[in-house]
């Protein structure tokens, strides 16, 4: 006798917790793997930004040293927190020392002190001008630097930038005899004259007449005006 065959409807079976270990552990090894292409991917970013700020942090040191201005920044308390060699070596002018100071020459501390006693707020600068044992000007330029800390708080410094007026204005000297073909002699003449000398002490200084000095400023003051409104090109040295 053969048995009855039953055709009996079957219940859906549960989809999700058949497939749900395999789905959770497929699930798992895409995370991972997405994870590891982002890790890969950000590995060469994270170098990259990691190698630009090293070159960046290259780059401004490179540039602070490079300058014929001295550049220091210094505390609220006077404590030099950064200034380089250009500064250095003008605080030792300032000093009237053969060493390098470790802390900040009379002078510079005093142009702080007068920029403290102002707003703090104020963008304006504090120049102050002071002459060396030697006979050296030397121009202090003060002025607050506001800088974040790590927490992003606003911290007041205070940027002070050195320069020699008198290297300045033989440099000045210098271009000025390459742009306008002058000669030694009415450069010398010329410098002098920059410095605020007079015809009579040009004259002594250099050992010549006063008609000889005034013929040499006719000169200067000549081939300057043919120079006006034209463009002129020298080579440095």
Not at 48 to 68: F, G, K, P, T, V
Not at 71 to 96: D, E, F, M
Not at 166 to 195: F, G, P
């Amino acid at each position: 006798m053969t048995a009855p065959v039953v055709f009996a409807p079957l219940e859906a079976a549960p989809v999700g917790p058949l497939f749900r270990p395999y789905a959770a552990e497929k699930a798992s090894h895409s995370a991972a793997s997405r994870r590891v292409r982002k890790a890969s991917n950000q590995l060469p970013q994270n170098n990259a930004q990691s190698s630009d700020a090293s070159a960046l942090n290259l780059i401004q040191s490179s540039l602070l040293e490079s300058l014929h201005q001295g550049v220091i920044v210094t505390s609220c308390s006077l404590k030099p927190l950064y200034w380089n060699a250009r500064a250095r070596q003008l605080c030792q002018h300032l000093a009237g020392s053969d060493v390098q100071p470790l802390e900040l020459p009379t002078a510079v501390a005093e142009v702080c002190r007068r920029l403290m006693r102002h707003d703090r707020l104020s963008e304006l600068p504090l120049i102050l001008e002071c002459q060396t044992a030697t006979g050296q000007t030397i121009r202090m330029n003060a002025r607050w630097l506001h800088l974040a800390d790590d927490r992003g708080t606003q911290q007041p410094y205070i940027l002070i930038l050195l320069e020699n007026c008198n290297d300045l204005l033989q440099e000045e000297v210098r271009i000025e005899r390459k742009k306008y073909d002058l000669t030694e002699r009415e450069a010398e003449v010329w410098m002098l004259l920059r410095q605020e000398y007079s015809y009579q002490d040009v004259a002594k200084l250099l050992q010549i007449s006063l008609n000889t000095v005034k013929t040499h400023v006719k000169n200067v003051y000549a081939k300057k005006r043919s120079c006006q409104g034209r463009e002129k090109f020298w080579c440095g040295e």
